[in-house]
């Protein structure tokens, strides 16, 4: 089993930025892709962004792409996502999530272990 567990939401005004991590206990980091997804009140859960195994290979949602940063620390167990220029409707509870080998990161399911989420909130 996979234990994932986020940090760094919160209140933030638009245009600032935010950074949020996920550590990962309980099986060979390395072994997992990684990804970040997200869900706004009244909508589904979304891709944000997600990154290979090794951390050379990452992927964006359109809608943020230029603006987040994913990165990966494997020695750490460790994924982070650098928001910046935040916007309104990126208000929204972010999940760190974790796939065995990265065949298909943009899918939400193929994805093996989510993390509880933290909200991210962007005032206007």
């Known amino acids: 089993q996979v234990q994932l567990v986020e940090s760094g939401g919160g209140l933030v005004q638009a245009g600032g930025s935010l950074r949020l991590s996920c550590g990962a206990s309980?099986?060979?980091?390395?072994?997992?892709?990684m990804g970040w997804f997200r869900q706004a009140p009244g909508k589904e859960r979304e891709f944000v962004a997600a990154?290979?195994?090794?951390?050379?290979?990452?992927y964006y949602a359109d809608s943020v792409k230029g603006r987040f940063t994913i990165s990966r620390d494997n020695a750490k167990n460790m994924v982070s996502l650098q928001m910046n220029n935040l916007r309104p409707e990126d208000t929204a509870v972010y999940y760190c999530?974790?796939?065995?080998?990265?065949?298909?990161?943009?899918?939400?399911?193929?994805?093996?272990?989510w993390g509880q989420g933290t909200q991210v909130t962007v005032s206007s």
């Open positions: 309980g099986r060979t980091f390395s072994n997992y892709g």
């Open positions: 999530a974790a796939q065995f080998g990265d065949s298909y990161l943009y899918t939400r399911a193929w994805y093996d272990y």
């Open positions: 990154i290979s195994l090794s951390g050379a290979n990452t």
